[in-house]
Structures are given as structure tokens and as C-alpha cells.
């Protein structure tokens, strides 16, 4: 079968250098798993200079190619994109974008180049569209509709801005403020809803949208998406290369009666569930943590960013490091003793790659009840340390702690789901599967 994938990321087998994000790493390995499965698999890179560019800055997009070519992925020559929404809109763009009926152009300037897809669909004789991560892409494949459309997705886009408003306290916004910013809010809303109005558009054309966030599932149907279905995410194994039983790896190499190094966050600082999951972090589980747990421990926050000014204060307690961007999260991953992903401990719910790498890499991995929600595979207790609250939290870890058979056996049924649903070929395997359920 001949397959053209259309993502807005070049796919990277790795971290290769700092900008590469999980899109990259997914879009490779499902490209790539179904070239290993014998099709045809063409990749056209819808791309926007101003955020795209250190690929052609660094010369390794042409490297990057012949690489991706190796593994049987032709990549065509990529379309670009001018992103409007990155320049300050005139006040008649705005009043244009507040009195039309659904400018989706105005939120997807991909929009504009449907043309040009459609060209590279006939160039290629595709047999079917597979959009990984683009939102972009689906506006662009708009109105192609002689071949399926099969789209791996992840939150719905307008959700991010809808928990803002949720989550006023979290995000800093301000209650009881003046006539102007009422009315700023009110034009805010009003563009949300024009929003969503493009979003559903553009989304309805396609024949599968599959949500790596199981819960999206019930509010794409209630908004009329009835084709969305649940797809896993996925991550390379990080212990493949070791060839041994990552858990006696783990064992042997670390004790918790050492230090225990907790990794309290991964990911961009001010990204919507960040700012959810590092507001719990650290205002009330840290400062709990630091006077209830019976050993010493340190909680490392990792990503790129500034954290909000609220939180400022609370990140210099004794028992948080802020380490920024780290050039191999790999290896922190490999190091720590437990690894926190809290962003769903508030309105917002996701299921994020990260709970993925964390089983692959072998973690004990802590969440919040929600994420049970948003990731079916959580099995409380067998595969993931379940919290409710920071007291929760806090008494669980010292039961691991004062249990470590408990605690590696956590790590290990982690480590079996991973193997068991989540690995590269599997996932890419189960998309295959939808994508000749629409041709036959």
C-alpha cells in the first residue's frame, strides 16, 4: 500500500538536538514501523520556517533525509506555511475573525495549501492519508475525500485554551477586574468558540481520528465526531540497546536507601497541564513531602521555560532542584528512583508520552487518579503508584519505600506494559489495521 503521512515535525529516531519533541520521535517510529511492514511510506513535512528552522540552521535536514530514506521513508519536498497567528492581528483582522461564520484559514493557514496536498497525494498515488500529530495537516487535506483519512491525534486543540479559563487560579488570571478586561474576556470567548468551530470543520472530513488521550473519545462524539477512537501512544525501548532485565538493571544499580532522586516533572514549564501539575507540585505536595517522608530525597523539575511568578518562591524549598533543559532525559529517566507525572490532578486530563517512556524505561511511575481516566492501561497499584492528593501521595511512598519487593514489582508491570501494548511495531500495527479497515 502506498501511505502519505503529513506531520508538521520532521521525524528523529531521538533527542538528536535540543527542539526535538515527542511528535518527532513518534512520527518516526510509526512512519517507520509501517515501512518495516512492507508499504509504501511517502512523509510530506508541512512546515513553518519561523519554529521549524534549526533542522536547515544545523544542516542536518539533508542528513536527516538520507537517513529517514534508509528505513524506507520517502520524504517529499516539505511545504511551508505561513503561521498569521504568530503576528499581532490588525484590529479589522479581529473584527473580521469575531463576525465570520468559521475562518478556519484564520486559525490554520494550512488552510491555503490544499491545493498543493492534493498535488502531492496524485504525485505519489497514494492510497491513503495518515495525519500523525498535525492539526495543520488536517486543514491542509481538507476536502480530499477519494482516499481515507486516518488521523493520529492527541488533545483536541481547543481544550489547552478552555482549561485556562477553568483554571483561574492555576494560571494566574485575575477575578473581579474592570470593565476592560471583562470585555477582552468576553471577545476571548467569542473567539474560542470560533475556534472550535473550525476545529470540528476540519476534523469531521476525516474518516478516523484516533486519540491517544482515551478521554477525548466521549467529548469528540458529543461534539458530533463520531468516528474518534481510542489509539495507543507509543515510544522506543529504552532498554533495548542494554539487552538485560531493566528492573535487576535498576536493582543492582540503584538503592533507595541512598538519596531518593524523584523526578517531579518533565516538559515546558508554562504548557497548559504543566502549570496544573507544578502548581499541586509544588504549593502543596513538596512542602508535605519535605516534613511527612521519613527519608531524604530530592525532587528535580526538568524542562525548558520559566516557571510562573506564583511558583517561583515555592521552587527554592530545601528538597526541589529546577534543573531547565537537560541534554539526556534518557539517562534521568535510567537514574531516578521515581518519576512524577501529576498534570491531570486538576480539570485538565491527558495521557501523554511520558507515561509511556516511563514504562519503557523500567520507572516507578506516580499519577493522579484522572489519569486512569485518560489512559485505560494505568492499573493502580500494579503498574503505577495512583495518588488522590499530596497526603496520599506522601503515605504511598513511604509504603513503597519500606517495601521495596512492592516497589520493584511496580517498576516491573510498568515495564510489561510497555512490552506488551505500547512498542513502535504494535502501535503501528493496530493503525494499519484502521487504515485497511476504510480501504476494504
Not at 90 to 100: G, Q, Y
Not at 166 to 191: A, C, P, Q, T, Y
Not at 268 to 278: A, E
Not at 343 to 367: D, E, K, M, P
Request: aromatic fraction near 10%.
Amino acid at each position: 500500500m502506498r501511505i502519505l503521512i503529513i506531520g508538521s515535525s520532521i521525524p528523529y529516531a531521538t533527542h538528536a538536538f535540543k527542539g526535538i519533541t515527542a511528535v518527532n520521535i513518534v512520527s518516526y517510529y510509526l512512519a517507520a514501523g509501517l515501512a518495516n511492514a512492507g508499504h509504501k511510506v511517502f512523509y510530506q513535512p508541512l512546515l513553518d520556517l519561523a519554529i521549524d528552522s534549526q533542522p536547515f540552521e544545523n544542516g542536518d535536514y539533508v542528513l536527516q533525509i538520507e537517513r529517514l530514506e534508509e528505513v524506507g521513508i520517502q520524504v517529499l519536498e516539505p511545504v511551508f506555511v505561513e503561521n498569521a497567528g504568530k503576528q499581532q492581528p490588525s484590529l479589522r483582522k479581529r473584527m473580521r475573525l469575531l463576525l465570520s461564520r468559521c475562518p478556519v484559514a484564520d486559525f490554520y493557514p494550512a488552510y491555503h495549501v490544499r491545493d498543493k496536498i492534493k498535488k502531492a497525494v496524485r504525485s505519489v498515488n497514494a492510497a491513503a492519508i495518515l495525519n500523525i500529530w498535525s492539526p495543520e495537516g488536517i486543514a491542509a487535506s481538507f476536502g480530499i475525500r477519494h482516499i481515507p483519512k486516518i488521523a493520529y491525534y492527541g488533545d483536541i486543540d481547543f481544550v489547552p485554551t478552555e482549561i485556562y479559563y477553568l483554571e483561574k487560579e492555576v494560571f494566574g488570571s485575575r477575578n473581579n477586574r474592570g470593565l476592560k478586561d471583562s470585555l477582552l474576556d468576553l471577545l476571548n470567548h467569542i473567539k474560542l468558540k470560533k475556534y472550535k468551530n473550525s476545529i470540528l470543520k476540519i476534523i469531521k472530513d476525516y474518516d478516523h481520528i484516533g486519540c491517544v488521550t482515551y478521554t477525548n473519545i466521549a467529548k469528540y462524539r458529543k461534539l458530533g465526531v463520531l468516528q474518534a477512537a481510542y489509539f495507543k501512544n507509543t515510544w522506543y525501548d529504552v532498554f533495548e540497546a542494554l539487552g538485560a532485565d531493566c528492573i535487576e538493571w535498576h536493582r543492582k544499580r540503584r538503592h533507595l536507601t541512598q538519596k531518593v532522586k524523584i523526578i517531579g516533572h518533565v516538559g515546558h514549564l508554562r504548557m497548559t497541564g504543566s502549570s496544573i501539575g507544578l502548581d499541586f507540585l509544588l504549593r502543596k505536595a513538596a512542602p508535605l513531602m519535605k516534613t511527612k517522608l521519613p527519608f531524604d530525597h530530592e525532587i528535580h523539575i526538568i524542562g525548558g521555560g520559566e516557571l510562573p511568578a506564583r511558583l517561583k518562591p515555592f521552587s527554592k524549598a530545601e528538597n526541589v532542584v529546577l534543573r531547565g533543559y537537560v541534554d539526556d532525559l534518557e539517562k534521568e529517566f535510567l537514574d531516578a528512583d521515581f518519576f512524577f507525572l501529576l498534570n491531570n490532578v486538576g480539570q485538565y486530563n491527558s495521557a501523554f508520552t511520558r507515561h509511556v517512556i516511563a514504562w519503557s524505561a523500567g520507572q516507578c511511575l506516580v499519577v493522579h487518579r484522572n489519569s486512569v481516566k485518560a489512559l485505560p492501561e494505568i492499573d493502580p497499584g500494579v503498574n503505577a503508584i495512583v495518588i488522590d492528593n499530596e497526603v496520599d501521595l506522601a503515605e504511598k511512598l513511604i509504603q513503597v519505600v519500606e517495601k521495596p519487593d512492592t516497589y520493584y514489582q511496580i517498576r516491573r508491570s510498568g515495564r510489561h506494559t510497555y512490552l506488551d501494548a505500547f512498542q513502535p511495531q504494535q502501535v503501528a500495527a493496530e493503525v494499519l489495521a484502521i487504515i485497511n479497515s476504510h480501504i476494504h
